[in-house]
């Protein structure tokens, strides 16, 4: 009774989570159709774990829903997937028409739960609730063929289902990682704009991943296996509760390119594309060496890199160049991309900071322009070897013996 008691508190409270996550997400999508995807997501889940509430409180509704899990569970991974195009575009995302190849499974499982609307409840019922498929042995041989039919694409749907997710993990993870790479190009600071909540989900969704798709391989192939549902629920509530709380603080990266006035067109395309954009610029040497110039001014004499939120747009707008050329020459004359470029010049005032001054190593790495501790770290270390403790220490030491 008091396990019966724990398992619908958890089954409802994610059911709250989801429906109040998903009821924002639909408003804000109006404005941002980014967060549509999760919504839909949040919903489908809800269609699959809703059960234990259901027999509760709505039992007439069991079966109907029971019969949409298969569709919803389909329609998880790609609306996840979608979502996380929607963070990591550079432009204002939005469903198309090439999104529609990836609703296809869903779509078959929807196809499979409509015609269950023709088999008979009372079937419907002993297949889904009771497991009794001896029931089939007293239908007319031509709904038992219909049945046999869709039970055997719904298993090959359900097998499918492991792929599909494995299919789209790796997608996550390859888009993460170019869009990190990517920021580089466009943003001094990158701590805010990298998403990592989401890769800590998707390690925990992995795992899940690895053992739902372990149990429905050795529950329809082998042998069956129970796993504890209120575990189960408390697992689905925690990760659902991670969700809802970065999903719904979480910004697109490139949101502040959006709303640029700059034209859309001037973001920089993706760095596979740089080449091909380098020869259509026709950036002669001389131009380059013009634009490093007033990169280096605005440097040396302007101290744009003390700007903490620094873009490769803001500095396109000092000093009246496109983006693209700015680029370019970060690249092909410098050498650096603009991260890495901006953050040279931090470090190096810094390092005469650490000289001069007393102030401690969070107020210097706020004064030159990074946003974190641990990012300021990151960068000293790369550019000196050392920590800037350690650099500090150094200098000191240096000044005795001298």
């Known amino acids: 009774m008091i396990e019966n008691s724990v398992l619908l508190a958890l089954n409802v409270s994610s059911l709250i989570v989801i429906a ?57 991974s790609p609306c996840f997937w979608f979502y996380v195009q929607g963070l990591t575009s550079e432009k204002p995302w939005r469903f198309s028409r090439k999104s529609l190849p990836h609703f296809m499974p869903a779509a078959l499982g929807m196809l499979i739960a409509l015609l269950t609307i023709i088999i008979p409840a009372d079937i419907i ?53 170019t869009y990190r790479q990517h920021l580089k190009d466009l943003f001094a600071s990158t701590e805010s704009k990298e998403i990592k909540w989401l890769s800590w989900l998707l390690f925990a969704v992995g795992t899940v991943w690895v053992t739902a798709a372990v149990y429905i391989v050795l529950d329809n192939l082998f042998y069956s296996i129970k796993i504890d549902p209120v575990w189960a629920n408390a697992v689905i509530f925690v990760m659902l509760w991670s969700v809802a709380i970065w999903g719904l603080r979480q910004k697109p990266g490139f949101e502040e390119l959006y709303e640029s006035k700059d034209d859309i067109r001037e973001v920089l395309e993706q760095e596979n594309n740089q080449q091909r954009k ?55 004359t410098l050498g650096m991309n603009f991260f890495d470029y901006v953050n040279k010049y931090r470090v190096d005032a810094a390092k005469r900071m650490l000289e001069q001054s007393n102030d401690t190593v969070l107020d210097i790495a706020m004064c030159v322009g990074f946003n974190a501790k641990s990012s300021f770290y990151t960068a000293f270390k790369k550019e000196t070897e050392q920590t800037p403790s350690q650099y500090r220490k150094q200098v000191k030491l240096n000044k005795v013996q001298a």
């Not at 059960?51 to 709505?58: I, K, R």
């Not at 029971?66 to 569709?71: M, R, V």
């Not at 097998?159 to 888009?175: A, T």
């Open 125 to 177: 019922s002993a297949l889904l609730v009771e497991g009794d498929d001896s029931v089939l042995t007293r239908s007319p041989i031509l709904l038992r063929y219909l049945i046999y039919g869709m039970l055997i694409i719904t298993f090959i749907l359900i097998l499918g289902w492991v792929l599909q997710s494995g299919f789209y993990f790796y997608k996550i993870i390859q888009r993460l990682n």
């Open 278 to 332: 380098y020869q259509r610029s026709a950036l002669d040497e001389q131009q380059s060496t013009l634009i490093a110039a007033k990169i280096e001014k605005a440097m040396h004499e302007d101290k744009i890199y003390l700007d903490a939120s620094l873009s490769m747009q803001k500095l396109a707008k000092h000093i009246f160049t496109s983006p693209n050329y700015i680029s370019q020459t970060l690249n092909e």
């Open 20 to 76: 109040f996550s998903a009821n924002l997400l639909v408003l804000r999508s109006f404005e941002r159709q980014t967060y549509l995807p999760l919504a839909i997501c949040f919903i489908a889940i809800a269609v699959i774990m809703c059960q234990p509430t259901l027999a509760v409180f709505f039992p007439a509704l069991q079966n109907a829903l029971l019969i949409l899990a298969l569709p919803a569970m389909l329609l998880i």
